[in-house]
C-alpha cells in the first residue's frame, strides 16, 4: 500500500508515499485513487483517503490536503479543511499533532519534509512549474516560520517521472536556460528534433540542496514506468485513457509524542 524511506523514519513520525494498491476503486482509477478532483466515485476516493488517514494513525477528517494549482504557494495549517476544500496551494506544513498533511500527485515529485527537533512537518507538491517558481524554497521558509531550521530539515522525494519518460518541446528546455544556462545539465537530446529528456527529479534535488536542507533523498521511483504501483498523467495521454488516478503521499506527527 505505501512505501516509506528510512530518511524519515524520525520520532514521533509517520509518513507514506502510497502506491496505487490497497484501496476500492476499480477500472482506470485501480485502487487507491486519492484524488477528489478525478472522476472517480466521490464516496470511493474518501474511502481510499479514509484508509491513508487511518494508516498514519489520524483521522480520516485530519487529513490536509490543499486544491493543487501548480504554484510555490503553501498553506499553513492549524485545522483542517473539509475534502475538496482546502486552499489554492501546492505544499502544506504543520506543527500540530494528530494531522497529516498531504499531497497528490501523478508524475510529478512528491516532496515529504520533516524536522522532528521543532516537530515540524511539511508535503510539497513539485511539478517543474512548482520547483520552477520556488515550491521547495517557500516550504522551508513556511516550516521555518513555525520554528524549524532548514539546515535541520529532512527532505524525501517519492516516486516521479523519470528523465526517460519525460521529453519535452524546446519552449520547454528555452525557459529553463533563460533563467540559468546551468540548468542544461538537467536535459539531454531525444531522438525527436529540438526535443529534450528532462530530469525533473534531479532539478527537484538540485534545488533542495541549494536551498540548504540538511539531507535530501530521492526514491529513484519511475511513475510512469510502473503502472501496477503508480498513476501516470503522461502514461494516460499516451494510452488514450479519459482520466486517471491519484496517489498521495502524507506525513503526520504522532498525537501522544512529548
Not at 108 to 113: A, D, K, M, N
Request: net charge negative; with cysteine.
Amino acid at each position: 500500500m505505501k512505501i516509506t524511506a528510512d530518511a524519515l523514519d524520525l520520532p514521533g513520525i509517520r509518513h507514506g508515499f502510497y502506491t496505487r494498491q490497497g484501496g476500492v476503486s476499480d477500472g482506470i482509477y485501480a485502487s487507491l485513487n486519492c484524488g477528489v478532483g478525478s472522476e472517480d466515485a466521490r464516496d470511493l476516493v474518501l474511502e481510499n483517503r479514509a484508509r491513508v488517514a487511518r494508516d498514519l494513525g489520524v483521522d480520516a477528517d485530519k487529513l490536509a490536503t490543499p486544491f493543487q494549482v501548480h504554484s510555490p504557494d503553501v498553506a499553513t495549517v492549524d485545522a483542517v479543511w473539509e475534502t475538496g476544500a482546502g486552499p489554492k496551494a501546492d505544499a502544506v506544513v504543520t506543527g500540530r499533532p494528530g494531522i497529516a498533511v498531504g499531497i497528490g500527485t501523478a508524475d510529478c515529485g512528491p516532496l515529504l519534509f520533516a524536522d522532528p527537533a521543532a516537530r515540524v512537518i511539511g508535503a510539497a507538491h513539485a511539478g517543474w512549474r512548482g520547483a520552477f517558481t520556488g515550491v521547495i524554497e517557500a516550504t522551508l521558509g513556511a516550516m521555518e516560520a513555525l520554528g524549524g531550521d532548514r539546515e535541520r530539515i529532512t527532505v524525501v522525494l517519492g516516486p516521479t517521472i523519470s528523465a526517460s519518460a519525460y521529453e519535452v518541446g524546446p519552449e520547454f528546455i528555452a525557459r529553463f536556460l533563460a533563467a540559468d544556462t546551468a540548468n542544461d545539465r538537467f536535459f539531454a537530446p531525444s531522438e525527436k528534433a529540438e526535443h529534450h529528456y528532462f530530469d525533473l527529479p534531479a532539478y527537484i534535488g538540485a534545488r533542495a540542496r541549494a536551498a540548504g536542507v540538511g539531507r535530501f533523498h530521492d526514491l529513484a521511483l519511475c511513475t510512469y514506468a510502473d503502472p501496477a504501483r503508480f498513476y501516470s498523467y503522461r502514461r494516460m495521454t499516451h494510452q488514450g485513457e479519459a482520466d486517471y488516478g491519484r496517489l498521495l503521499h502524507a506525513i503526520a506527527l504522532d498525537d501522544d509524542e512529548t
